[in-house]
């Protein structure tokens, strides 16, 4: 069964500070395109759920990346802050904002076969395709509702 913390994470400047009541503590990697062209390498984060509280809302810009997704990040400081899926509503949190935390484990990766060939992660994790992930994904949902 997985675990989970309750924790808080900070933007680099400090103006958004996010309270994470329910943090998995599995990381996930996601290789996609748009994961990449936004963080600048793979997205490392965490799922936080729904039950997550932003101190600092004023400095959160969100970019809507999809229908059913969007993304937000420091106005100030542009830290990625996180990928929000918005029903039912669940916030994927940038793991670089909780700092090392010895209870977090890299447990997966999504998008795999979008990874481009000038990196790999060396650490052994489950992995995943884009499809398979729509397909755990909607399974996912179906139990949500
Ligand atoms: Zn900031
Ligand atoms: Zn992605």
């Given at each position: 069964?997985s ?20 943090l998995q503590?599995q990381?996930g ?16 984060a965490i799922d936080g759920g ?40 669940k916030y994927i949190l ?52």
């Amino acid at each position: 069964m997985s675990k989970t913390i309750e924790t808080k994470g900070k933007c680099l400047c400090g103006k958004v500070e996010i309270h994470a009541k329910k943090l998995q503590t599995q990381i996930g990697a996601c290789h996609c395109t748009s994961c990449r062209t936004w963080g600048g390498g793979p997205f490392l984060a965490i799922d936080g759920g729904e039950d997550v509280v932003f101190t600092g809302e004023e400095y959160i810009s969100i970019y809507n990346s999809s229908d059913w997704a969007e993304r937000g990040f420091c106005k100030n400081c542009g830290t990625n802050l996180f990928y929000h899926l918005k029903k039912p509503s669940k916030y994927i949190l940038t793991v670089g904002l909780f700092g090392e935390d010895n209870a977090f484990n890299f447990d997966h990766q999504v998008f795999i076969d979008e990874k481009p060939g000038y990196y790999n992660f060396a650490n052994e994790t489950k992995n995943m395709t884009g499809e398979e992930c729509f397909a755990a994904f909607s399974a996912c949902q179906e139990k949500n509702d």
